[in-house]
């Protein structure tokens, strides 16, 4: 398999002021191509640290992504720091230098000096065009060794990776007759890590040669499956073996058979292909599961509206919730919740309302009832389900973890209908 490390350059990272959103998608493209993905390397803007890193990823991977350090700037350092490596030295490229001249002047810009020596590159690389910015890519090639740069912009490395970089790995795997790595994920709800992996077994039973993670969130449970071998069609089947067992244990809470889908397209496709509408009356996720149905394009078809009553007087006024049942039961309760799926249901006239009521704190617990308690209902006018839950002590969490059950709950109650 063809061995992937990416290095990513910037103190922005090291420090923690931005997020690296670079590595995951350069990681996530290269997996799916076939590549084995070893490192992941965040660095300071310092030429020794990125030449001995460099040295580093090189001993133990085939090649090095780098992206970072190609602007105009006197902190970017990496094309300086990859001349040293290189032992190269910087030449005017006339192409790219006419390029990023057309780059301002399509925009109206006088091009400064600074930008002008981005036209200055190793003579020993390859250049890689930049079609949405002034930094060209570099690729370099040592001992059967390869280097290939990136700008950090998304954008420019992100148009850069799919244009040039992906195909010149692919023509690489190619070449060297590397094998491939394929992997598959499914996607479960309802059910407890632990859980499935009792019904699954113990993977050595099953996977010879492969590869079988399990990966939870407050979203569910993710199983992913890999094997690799000489191509895509030989690793598939293998993964295709260890899918149809793992249906056969744990089927019932599979809701996905790719990464690519989540739950709310997936009910989206059911409430569509059942011809099924619903509203919802919401309080303490403050419009959550309004937002997250309106997050699916085409959702107006089953979708229309519905109220966020996050006060007691909006949940009597806009949903009609007795008032003498808050006063009895509280407004967190069953009894509410109940009321506010069936009411709003009434309300809009559609096939399903959902009630969420709760406390999301961080005040307003009690013994009784703490923090991160939440009643959901979901009603179809004939009946009425509730559940009460426990969803933690954060605030934000509680609020997720709030969306994702009452997502649960209707999921359920569509595949059984």
């Known amino acids: 398999m063809l061995k992937i490390s990416i290095l990513t350059i910037g103190d922005e990272i090291c420090i923690g002021q931005i997020v690296n959103t670079n590595a995951r998608f350069i990681a996530e493209k290269c997996t799916a191509i ?19 890193d460099l040295d580093r990823l090189l001993k133990l991977t085939d090649l090095v992504l780098i992206t970072g350090g190609l602007g105009p700037t006197s902190d970017d350092i990496t094309k300086p720091a990859l001349c040293e490596y290189f032992d190269d030295i ?5 192409d790219v230098f006419d390029s990023i001249s057309k780059f301002f002047a399509k925009r109206g810009l006088k091009m400064i000096e600074r930008n002008a020596e981005q036209a200055l590159l190793p003579s020993k690389c390859k250049v890689i065009a930049n079609h949405f910015g002034t930094a060209p890519g570099m690729l370099f090639e040592s001992n059967g060794k390869y280097v290939i740069s990136m700008p950090g912009i998304p954008i ?8 040039y970089v992906l195909g010149f790995l692919k023509d690489l795997i190619e070449l060297k007759g590397e094998d491939v790595v394929a992997f598959k994920v499914l996607q479960t709800i309802g059910v407890a890590e632990s859980i499935l992996a009792e019904k699954i077994g113990d993977p050595v039973d099953f996977i010879e040669n492969g590869t079988l ?4 969130s407050y979203k569910g449970v993710k199983l992913r499956i890999g094997f690799g071998a000489k191509d895509f069609n030989a690793a598939n089947q293998r993964i295709e073996k260890v899918e149809s067992y793992i249906k056969s244990k744990v089927g019932e809470y599979i809701f996905a058979y790719s990464d690519d889908l989540s739950l709310n397209e997936v009910i989206s496709s059911l409430l569509i292909e059942r011809k099924k509408t619903i509203a919802v009356a919401e309080s303490c996720t403050g419009g959550l599961l309004a937002a997250n149905f309106t997050d699916v394009p085409g959702s107006s078809k089953y979708f229309l509206g519905g109220i966020v009553a996050y006060s007691n007087e909006a949940k009597t006024k806009l949903v009609k919730v007795d008032s003498d049942l808050i006063k009895q039961h509280g407004a967190v309760s069953k009894q509410v919740a109940e009321s506010l799926a069936k009411n709003v249901k009434q309300i809009f006239k559609y096939d399903f309302g959902i009630g969420i009521t709760g406390i999301a704190g961080p005040s307003g617990g009690s013994s009784e009832k703490p923090v991160g308690t939440v009643w959901i209902a979901l009603s179809d006018g ?9 969803l933690g002590e954060k605030r934000a969490i509680i609020r997720e973890r709030a969306l994702v059950k009452a997502l649960e709950m209707l999921y359920k109650k569509l595949l059984n209908s």
């Not at 420019?156 to 244009?163: A, V, Y």
């Open 213 to 216: 993670a399990f990966l939870p």
């Open 34 to 52: 076939g590549c084995d993905v070893l490192f992941h390397s965040s660095i300071k803007d310092d030429k020794e640290i990125i030449k001995s």
């Open 90 to 94: 910087l030449v005017k490229n006339q």
């Open 382 to 390: 004939k009946n009425s389900y509730s559940q009460k839950f426990f």
């Open 156 to 163: 420019e490395m992100k148009n850069m990776l799919e244009s």
